[in-house]
């Protein structure tokens, strides 16, 4: 397989998830059983998905290939990819993976399209009327993975 850029190795994802989940975990065991080949897919997906935040401040490096590092928040610091943006990665991952059906990218498609609830037969949903979750990016719709970033988003409100 082809070098694929991320902030992650499977090897390092492999670790984390060790670290972090218990052996008989469904995200564990299922992690486990991949490939190396789709760990690296759902690895640089999710990477990818990162890559397409507002983060503030700018990259460490004009020529670097991806966000992190960044300034003005690793002055003085060693200039690597922050423990908590790697760990977001394999969060992401983590949750794309267990959403293999891709329920989640269907329920988004929906409500980008206008849809604010639906039925069939007992069973129901309902989306809310200002559609916010559909423009989300997956890496903010994995809860972990949004947590673990939030410290490095930009935040703002609308200027008249």
């Not at 902030?7 to 564990?28: F, P």
């Not at 690793?74 to 959403?99: C, F, I, N, S, T």
């Not at 329920?103 to 639906?118: C, D, I, P, T, Y």
Request: aromatic share 8%; hydrophobic share 40%.
């Amino acid at each position: 397989m082809p070098e694929t850029l991320t902030y992650q190795t499977t090897a390092e994802a492999d670790a984390y998830v060790a670290a972090h989940y218990r052996t008989n975990s469904k995200a564990r065991t299922t992690w486990d059983a991949l490939s190396e080949e789709d760990k690296g897919i759902l690895l640089a997906n999710a990477c990818e998905s990162i890559e397409g935040l507002p983060f503030t401040g700018r990259k460490a490096q004009w020529q670097q290939p991806f966000a992190f590092p960044r300034l003005p928040q690793q002055y003085g610091r060693p200039q690597v990819v922050p423990d908590k943006v790697k760990a977001a990665q394999v969060e992401l991952a983590l949750w794309a993976m267990q959403d293999a059906d891709g329920e989640s990218a269907k329920r988004q498609e929906l409500q980008a399209q206008g849809v604010q609830s639906f039925s069939i037969g007992d069973l129901s949903e309902s989306y809310g009327t200002t559609g916010a979750a559909a423009s989300q990016p997956a890496a903010l719709l994995c809860l972990k993975s949004a947590a673990l970033l939030r410290g490095f988003l930009s935040g703002g409100y609308a200027v008249c």
